[in-house]
């Protein structure tokens, strides 16, 4: 039976238009609850979802290029007839005024222009911000007069007014007039005379009588009809456009400060005209809204404003009429400064403004005007600068260049906070361009490159922007944050997947290499990555540690404990004890193991490693035990415990000198632990004992069905029976292979006291055996074997009399035994040399 296919994962290109669509989260969710193909087919759908979007896309843009090409063309036309409708309605209102009869004096708009508070007598005398209405009337009529006597013909081109003023006066600045055709080409010098209703552009002519040159009109336009265009640099620099239906002027100032002046004095007088007075409480509100970065000094200015009465007053500040005259036009100059971009100059006007405003002792009206003027300004830049600084495609030499600015303008923290954001934001951009091939490792490799190196660069952008200490914690906060954020991704695709122990360590072992980085840069955050992975590493461990004893277990059950010739475990030594294959794979499991935890040699995995490494060796042991009481023939004996004699003196001490060398310090663990497992030997030694003992009697000295019970005596050419015989042989044997782990003298003691504490039953034969036995291996024959034997002497008299009591031969003595069992060992003593040399 066929298994049925889960359904695809469906593509839903409508969640991408939702503003608020998290990329983070829906990835999230696809991978966690589908299979590994079903994502593979869902991100071809995806690659093909781009590509289509990608085709359709170019044909729009394509398309919407003609579109903007038409649109441009009815903009330029409609814009000639807005001007043409504007100089109509212009008309219908100079119509208007002329109708109506001129108003009293008093009732005259008092104007607080830059211009007219610079030309006030009365302020250069007494430093006054406001004049009297009178006065300024007069002041007016006198420029104007003045103004009819410089220019030739002006009367003749303007209606006269009664509110007219001059706002700049510019016969001191000579500018060009460039020909529309040949942009390369001047047609002539002029000077332009800003009015309060009309632009003047005037020529100098000499007279063909007395030869003096003499100021005519050129041009004379109308405000309300004309449009002015700042020009870019290109082909020309510090250009202008003048346009008025259906003809374009274009002029050249010799520098930019003498373009930007002449705009910034149009600008303030259309606006004077143009803009409607509004109420001071829906100005200053308007004014909060429109400046997101508008500081709590600028509101309380703002609030002043607002509340400010609107009569005359006359109030004293210690404000010179040249620095009054500049801060009055900074805002004009700072507007045209931000939107050129030229934010040097701009901020360089601002620190001058804010050092007059700052020296000022005198809170007036007029100082708080200047206050809000100038901090809604420096407001506006910071948020230009801050949107800049926050772009993705922003430069290291851009990024730096507006940090300074907004340094200098007081928003450090501003800026701080936004450029680490920023930053933030390229990480995550840079790590969801990472692709996951199935390679764990490389994938884990190329996330802490990006990752680290990222964060090495902004130390090194932060410290070279930033050189407040202040700021220092901000920024290592982020880091932390950013570590985290890596911690994270980290643990989901390494620990959460259930990967290899190799694996792991590969990846922490790549890790640390990446932190070498940011060591470097005098960032040591690798205790920060153990820290936030510590529980996971430890549970890693144990799982590695888990399948570390399986594998011990199963490489000893299928060992058959034969000596492995040669081995080579350590590459300075060639071992020559005679070990068997489970040895050697033990050494292989421990030398995985410490490679593979040798990256995480950090203290506080100090007592996991050091109690699995103990765990292993107790496993080993313990399960060699359990199989030491099979039976087994004398060899495989002797391997068992030469394992266990090599793991316990040889491999522990060389595990315990190494990690006391990886931690720096001495492990006691593993020597206390080492005293656990020479009992573990002691046991096989006991285990040993008896089953050497129960071979003995079991096989070679069957000393219970041995007939000791002959009612003759014993003759004078008896030798030991042939079972003593053979017992002594499997002796000797015995005695050879004792393993070095069991002292020979003591272990042959053991073994002597077993055999005898088994033998209470004999008769005379037995007697000299007993005799023969104990003379052959006197070196060996303990006080308890003595007692033991005697005890066997007597209770085989004691048999041997109840049972005979009918013989008459006589029992032999000590002096008989002693000469048959001293010709006896004449004749073979000589072949246990080992009985008789061994002390």
């Known amino acids: 039976m066929s298994k049925s296919k889960a359904a695809p994962i469906p593509l839903d290109m409508t969640k991408f238009d939702d503003e608020e669509f998290n990329s983070d989260s829906y990835v999230y969710g696809i991978l966690a609850t589908n299979a590994e193909d079903d994502i593979k087919n869902f991100f071809t759908l995806l690659e093909a979802a781009r590509e289509s979007a990608a085709s359709v896309l170019q044909k729009n843009v394509y398309r919407n290029y003609t579109e903007f090409v038409t649109i441009s063309k009815e903009i330029s036309k409609l814009e000639s007839d807005m001007l043409t409708l504007r100089g109509l309605l212009n008309e219908l209102r100079d119509v208007n005024e002329i109708l109506r009869p001129d108003e009293p004096v008093e009732q005259i708009a008092l104007d607080v222009s830059p211009v007219a508070t610079e030309l006030s007598p009365t302020e250069k005398k007494e430093g006054m911000p406001f004049v009297r209405p009178q006065e300024m009337l007069d002041f007016r009529k006198m420029q104007m007069e003045k103004l009819f006597d410089l220019i030739e013909g002006v009367q003749k081109m303007i209606p006269e007014s009664s509110s007219r ?25 002029v000077h332009f005379f800003v009015l309060s209703d009309y632009l003047l552009v005037t020529t100098k002519k000499k007279s063909l009588i007395s030869g003096k040159s003499k100021m005519t009109v050129d041009k004379c336009l109308k405000l309300s009809e004309i449009a002015i265009i700042d020009m870019k640099d290109s082909e020309i620099t510090n250009a202008f456009k003048i346009m008025r239906h259906p003809n374009t002027f274009v002029y050249r100032a010799e520098s930019p400060e003498d373009k930007r002046s002449l705009l910034a004095a149009i600008k303030r007088v259309t606006d004077a005209f143009l803009v409607p007075k509004k109420e001071p409480e829906k100005e200053t509100k308007e004014l909060r809204s429109s400046t997101p970065l508008l500081t709590a000094q600028s509101e309380a200015i703002a609030e002043t404003v607002a509340a400010a009465p609107t009569k005359i007053a006359v109030v004293k500040d210690s404000i010179s009429m040249p620095d009054a005259q500049f801060l009055f036009e900074l805002p004009d100059e700072l507007d045209v400064l931000i939107a050129h971009r030229e934010f040097d100059n701009a901020v360089a006007l601002m620190e001058r403004g804010r050092s007059i405003l700052v020296s000022n002792s005198v809170e007036t009206p007029r100082v708080q005007i200047m206050k809000y003027n100038l901090e809604d300004r420096i407001s506006r830049l910071a948020s230009t600068l801050c949107g800049d600084l926050s772009s993705p495609i922003c430069t290291k030499k851009q990024g730096q260049a507006n940090i300074a600015l907004l340094v200098k303008l007081g928003f450090g923290k501003e800026a701080r906070d936004i450029f680490l954001t920023s930053r933030t934001k390229a990480i995550h951009h840079h790590i969801r361009l990472l692709k996951m091939d199935g390679e764990v490792a490389s994938y884990v490799s190329d996330l802490a490159d990006v990752v680290f190196q990222m964060i090495r660069n902004t130390c090194d952008w932060y410290k070279v922007s930033f050189h407040d200490s202040t700021m220092a914690s901000g920024f290592m906060t982020w880091v932390r944050g950013e570590i985290i954020y890596f911690s994270e991704i980290f643990r989901r695709h390494v620990f959460y997947e259930l990967q290899e122990f190799s694996v792991i360590s590969d990846c922490l072992h790549r890790t640390m290499e990446n932190c070498e980085l940011l060591r470097e840069a005098g960032l040591d955050l690798s205790f920060l990555i153990e820290q936030l992975l510590l529980d996971d590493v430890k549970e ?23 000596q492995v010739s040669n081995p080579k475990l350590f590459e300075d030594a060639e071992l020559s004890k005679p070990i068997s294959q489970s040895v050697c794979d033990f050494y292989e499991i421990l030398m995985t193991f410490g490679s593979n935890v040798g990256v995480l040699m950090s203290i506080a995995l100090y007592d996991k490693i050091v109690t699995s490494l103990a765990d292993f060796f107790s496993c080993y042991l313990d399960r060699s035990l359990e199989l030491f009481q099979n039976q087994w023939t004398p060899s495989q004996y002797n391997t068992m415990v030469f394992n266990a004699d090599f793991v316990v003196n040889d491999l522990v001490p060389r595990v315990s000198t190494q990690l006391a060398a990886r931690f720096e310090r001495a492990i006691p663990e593993l020597e206390n632990h080492r005293q656990y497992l020479q009992n573990v030997i002691r046991k096989m030694n006991i285990i040993y004992i008896k089953q050497m003992i129960a071979r003995l009697i079991g096989e070679f000295f069957k000393f219970q069905v041995l007939d000791y019970t002959s009612g003759g005596g014993i003759l004078d050419t008896a030798k030991p029976s042939s079972d003593m015989i053979k017992l002594c042989e499997e002796s000797h044997k015995i005695l050879q292979h004792i393993p070095p782990a069991f002292k020979a003298s003591e272990t042959m003691k053991a073994i002597v006291e077993g055999l005898f504490e088994l033998m209470l039953e004999s008769v005379q034969q037995f007697i000299l055996d007993m005799h023969f036995f104990l003379q052959l291996a006197r070196p060996f024959i303990s006080e308890k074997s003595t007692s033991s034997a005697h005890q066997i002497c007597e209770k085989a008299l004691r048999s041997f009399v109840s049972q005979n009591s009918g013989v008459t031969a006589p029992l032999k003595g000590g002096e008989w035994y002693d000469a048959r069992v001293k010709a006896s060992m004449q004749q073979t003593a000589k072949s246990f040399p080992e009985f008789t040399t061994t002390k």
Not at 546 to 561: A, H, Q, Y
Request: aromatic fraction near 8%; charge should be positive.
């Open 165 to 189: 003023y001059l706002a700049r006066d510019g016969s001191k600045t000579q500018y060009w007039e460039v020909n529309p055709s040949n942009i390369g080409g001047k047609k002539q010098c």
């Open 540 to 562: 890693a461990i144990n799982r590695h540690s888990k399948l570390c004893r399986d594998k011990i277990i199963e490489c000893i059950n299928t060992d058959n404990f034969s």
